[in-house]
């Protein structure tokens, strides 16, 4: 649970289409939920006209639900 009054800016969200090998983010995170990460995480890709970003599970502050 973060506070709304502890947080200045706007949150970075995004919705998870696939998900890595890695057995421990497996267990924490599926495709389709939305999750909540770092300002500067991860790298931004683009293929064609959709734009996507890559995260390290380090990177992914919480799964909303």
């Known amino acids: 649970i973060i ?6 800016e706007k949150l ?5 289409i696939e998900i890595g090998s890695d ?3 497996k267990k924490e995170i599926k495709k389709g939920d939305t999750v909540m ?3 500067y995480a991860g790298n931004d890709v683009k293929l ?3 734009k996507y ?3 390290k599970f ?5 799964v909303v639900k």
Not at 12 to 16: A, E, L, S
Not at 58 to 62: G, K, N, S, Y
Request: aromatic share 4%.
């Open 23 to 25: 057995p421990e983010m």
């Open 48 to 50: 064609g006209e959709q």
């Open 3 to 8: 506070p709304d009054t502890s947080v200045k």
């Open 12 to 16: 970075n969200m995004g919705k998870v």
């Open 53 to 55: 970003m890559i995260l």
């Open 58 to 62: 380090d990177d992914v502050l919480a």
């Open 37 to 39: 990460f770092q300002k």
